[in-house]
C-alpha cells in the first residue's frame, strides 16, 4: 500500500543545474500535481495534470516542467535551478477531479539549490 | 477566488488541554472546507472536510471542526491533545460549484501546533 511514492528525499543542487523529481501513485488516481511549500505561505501549486498525456499550470508554474505519459507517473524537472527553487515539493493525486475529493500526497522531497 | 487565513502561525497547548486553531476564508461562492495535518518530515494528510450537511464535522485522532457560514469561519478544535498531536495544520478551502475545481484548491500558511508535556 504505497500511496504516493517521491525520490529523492533530499538533494542539494548548484545554481544552473538541472534534475528530476520522481512521483508515483498506484492508486489508479487520475489526477496529479506538484506543489511547492515554503514557510509562512502554506502550499502553492505548481503543476497538475488531469490524465496521461494532459497537464496544465499551476499557480507558480516558472523554471519547472512536467509530463504525464503513464497514469501512475508524474515526474517534475527543474531546467536550470536558481536559489528561489530551495524548497520542499510535494508530489499529490486524487481520484477524481471533483474539488471535493480527498488529495493524497507523498513524504516529501526536500530541495536545496546553492 | 478564495483565500485562507489561519491567524495564528504558532499554538503551543499543554498535553491533555484544549485546543483551537483557527481558520477563516474568503469567498464569494459556496465552498468545500478542509483540515490536513502534516507529522514531522511527512506529506500531508487529510484530518476531515465539510462538503455539505452537519456544520460540525469530525475527523480522526479526536479532532472535529465547524462550519461557520456567517462568520466565513472552520474553526478546528480537539478537547484534550496528546503529544502525538504536535504537527502542523493546514485549512483549505475550493470551490464546490464545479467538478473541474481541484486545481483551486487554496491552501492556508499553517498553523505549527506543539504540545508541551
Known amino acids: 500500500n504505497a500511496g504516493v511514492t517521491q525520490t529523492p528525499k533530499f538533494q542539494v543542487l548548484k545554481t544552473g543545474q538541472s534534475m528530476t523529481l520522481q512521483c508515483a501513485q498506484d492508486m489508479n488516481h487520475e489526477y496529479m500535481s506538484w506543489y511547492r511549500q515554503d514557510p509562512g505561505m502554506g502550499l502553492r501549486l505548481i503543476h497538475y495534470s488531469v490524465g496521461a498525456g494532459i497537464t496544465d499550470q499551476g499557480e507558480v508554474p516558472n523554471g519547472y516542467n512536467v509530463s504525464r505519459s503513464t497514469t501512475e507517473d508524474f515526474p517534475l524537472r527543474l531546467l536550470s535551478a536558481a536559489p528561489s527553487q530551495t524548497s520542499v515539493y510535494f508530489c499529490?493525486?486524487?481520484?477524481?477531479?471533483?474539488?471535493?475529493?480527498?488529495?493524497?500526497f507523498g513524504e516529501g522531497s526536500w530541495l536545496t539549490v546553492v | 477566488a478564495q483565500s485562507v487565513t489561519q491567524l495564528d502561525s504558532q499554538v503551543p497547548v499543554f498535553e491533555e488541554a484544549p485546543v483551537e486553531l483557527r481558520c477563516n476564508y474568503s469567498?464569494?461562492?459556496?465552498?468545500?472546507l478542509f483540515w490536513y495535518v502534516q507529522y514531522p518530515n511527512q506529506g500531508l494528510q487529510l484530518l476531515l472536510k465539510?462538503?455539505?450537511?452537519?456544520?460540525l464535522v469530525k475527523g480522526i485522532n479526536g479532532f472535529e471542526a465547524e462550519f461557520n457560514k456567517s462568520q466565513t469561519s472552520f474553526h478546528l478544535r480537539k478537547p484534550s491533545v496528546h503529544i502525538s498531536d504536535t504537527a502542523e495544520y493546514f485549512c483549505a478551502v475550493s470551490d464546490s460549484r464545479t467538478k473541474t475545481s481541484y486545481d483551486k484548491v487554496i491552501f492556508g500558511p499553517g498553523t505549527s501546533l506543539s504540545v508541551i508535556p
Open positions: 499529490a493525486s486524487s481520484n477524481d477531479r471533483a474539488s471535493g475529493n480527498t488529495i493524497y
Open positions: 469567498s464569494s461562492v459556496s465552498v468545500y
Open positions: 465539510y462538503l455539505s450537511g452537519s456544520t
